[in-house]
């Protein structure tokens, strides 16, 4: 199961974070922008090329201490074709580093559309009776909002290709419980729902580790239902983001995690690509200030949950 893959890298490198690879033009240095531009121009092609030489860049400083990225579809997408085949190349290039890749797409739709989103981001393509990866994620961040009609498509890719989901549950933004909170009849929160529903779902990907391959976004921003969540779904893996840059700290995300500092994964986006600042440092140093950020936190989040077994 995916997820079992991710734990024993987690294991192995003793660091339960993710480096969320979300890059803007702006936080890439002008030395390699102006590299890029001079081959292509000041276009979609060079800008798509000066992202992947930031993302490789960063990669390669932290593929031996961080034991996964996480890649949100959206800034990749802003710089058209180009940018979403820069995104395919970061996926490919950290997996060949031994990286485990969750993409932060957020898709969610129903029936055939969905086994589209499921076939293009963890499954692969069939052209002409050739079966090619187009994306080949290991994970994908997922609304299930529609229900089972738009989560059971994945599971079945899922099931056939070793790969896991996250399921939006109490999410880290500000205004998540203008609905997340709400009560249902049956008493419970919509992200507690939501989050039983993770439990159920995750039945059919049974893991070795007592977690499946459905896992739940639960924000660090929010403690209390953080520890919540981690009492009502035992078998369900968290990816926890809002560390850092959202105002969430180590003494937050440490609910998340179970007695052996299994169960979650820590994303840290802005704190590590934009880690130069921070450190005072120059822009070209972007790269080891970014490996120097992914230590440090990696130390922050174990000094509250201690060593990591299974």
């Known amino acids: ?17 993710v480096a969320g690879l979300d890059p803007k033009l702006d936080y890439v240095p002008a030395s390699v922008k102006d590299a890029c531009f001079a081959q292509y121009g000041k276009t979609l092609e060079g800008a798509a090329a ?16 961080v034991p996964a990225i996480k890649p949100q579809a959206a800034y990749y997408e802003m710089y058209g074709w180009q940018g979403v085949r820069a995104l395919a190349e970061t996926i490919a290039y950290a997996q060949q580093k031994g990286m485990f890749v969750m993409t932060d797409g957020k898709r969610n739709d129903i029936g055939t559309t969905m086994e589209a989103y499921a076939t293009a981001h963890l499954g692969t393509t069939d052209v002409a009776g050739e079966a090619i990866d187009a994306f080949g994620a290991d994970a994908l961040t997922v609304n299930g909002y529609l229900g089972t009609d738009g989560i059971q498509p994945l599971v ?5 290709k070793d790969k896991g989901i996250f399921v939006l549950v109490k999410t880290s933004n500000p205004s998540s419980g203008e609905l997340q909170d709400l009560k249902l009849t049956n008493g419970a929160s919509v992200y507690e729902q939501m989050g039983r529903m993770c439990e159920q779902w995750g039945e059919a990907l049974p893991g070795k580790y007592g977690y499946s391959g459905v896992g739940a976004v639960v924000g660090a921003t929010y403690p209390e239902q953080l520890k919540e969540m981690r009492e009502k779904a035992p078998h369900t893996f968290f990816l926890v983001p809002g560390y850092g840059a959202q105002g969430g700290g180590a003494q937050d995300a440490k609910n998340a995690f179970d007695k052996n500092g299994l169960g979650a994964i820590i994303n840290s986006s802005r704190g590590i690509m934009c880690a130069w600042k921070k450190q005072g440092l120059t822009e070209d140093d972007f790269a080891a200030a970014a490996r120097s950020e992914a230590l440090r936190m990696k130390a922050d989040i174990l000094s509250v949950i201690g060593k990591i077994e299974a």
């Not at 992947?52 to 201490?65: E, H, P, T, V, Y």
């Not at 079945?156 to 056939?160: G, S």
């Open 1 to 17: 199961m995916a997820f079992d893959r991710l734990i024993e890298n987690i294991i192995e490198k003793q660091n339960p974070t």
């Open 50 to 65: 000066a992202l992947l030489a930031f993302n490789k860049a960063i990669i390669d400083q932290i593929c031996d201490i």
């Open 156 to 160: 079945k890719i899922c099931q056939e």
